[in-house]
Each structure stands twice: as structure tokens, then as C-alpha cells.
């Protein structure tokens, strides 16, 4: 979803370590449970088992030095992969960039 075209104003962001989508909501981040663009469910966040695997391991977070597989989906089993190159450009009938827009030969200037 990151790289959907409709958001090219990288509005939505992915959260690898939690497996989760959110947004900016002004100093937090708002976790997403459907898509934006298609409405369906989105699957539901590791965020709880992040934390439970570390404290098994004896590791606090908010005190300790977090491994680096539990900065990534690696923890998880799911090696980070590299997105794909982000589509650029307008997306149709959001706006006219009027900048970009050739010149009608057929006008008197």
C-alpha cells in the first residue's frame, strides 16, 4: 500500500517491525484497519507479539538496546525487502498541474 499510486504523497507509511499501516494523526500515528483506497480489512498488528517476544528474551524496550532483526520484519521470519520503486506523476482527475500542461498552438497569444 505504500507504493499504491494514489499515494504519492506518501500519506500512508509501513511499520515492517508491527506489519501494520498508518498514518500521521499530529504528534501520533494512526494505525490503519482497512484500506483507504479499497476498504478491505487489513490483517491484524504483530505489535503485541513484538513486545511478548522480547520480554522472553529478557529485553525492555524502553530501557534495553533493541536487536537489530527486532528493528525489521526480520523477527518475524520475513526478510526486508527492498520496496519497489515508487510511481511518480500525477494521479488522473486529482488535480492539474497546469506547469506540465503543452501549449495549444491553436491560441492567439
Given at each position: ?12 507509511h ?17 494505525t490503519l484497519?482497512f484500506?483507504?483506497w479499497c476498504?478491505e480489512?487489513?490483517?491484524?498488528s504483530?505489535r503485541?507479539r513484538w ?7 529478557g529485553i525492555d524496550?524502553d530501557?534495553?538496546p533493541i536487536?537489530?532483526?527486532?528493528q525489521?520484519?526480520a523477527?518475524?521470519?520475513?526478510p526486508?525487502a ?6 511518480g506523476?500525477?494521479?488522473?482527475g486529482?488535480?492539474i498541474?497546469?506547469v506540465d ?5 491553436s491560441v492567439?497569444e
Amino acid at each position: 500500500m505504500d507504493v499504491h499510486p494514489q499515494n504519492d504523497w506518501e500519506t500512508v507509511h509501513y511499520d515492517a517491525r508491527y506489519d501494520v499501516y498508518w498514518v500521521e494523526a499530529g504528534a501520533a500515528r494512526q494505525t490503519l484497519f482497512f484500506c483507504p483506497w479499497c476498504g478491505e480489512r487489513l490483517p491484524p498488528s504483530l505489535r503485541d507479539r513484538w513486545f511478548d517476544e522480547l520480554e522472553a528474551l529478557g529485553i525492555d524496550p524502553d530501557i534495553g538496546p533493541i536487536p537489530e532483526d527486532f528493528q525489521s520484519s526480520a523477527w518475524r521470519g520475513v526478510p526486508a525487502a527492498l520496496a519497489p520503486a515508487r510511481q511518480g506523476g500525477a494521479i488522473k482527475g486529482r488535480y492539474i498541474d497546469f506547469v506540465d500542461m503543452p501549449l495549444d498552438d491553436s491560441v492567439d497569444e
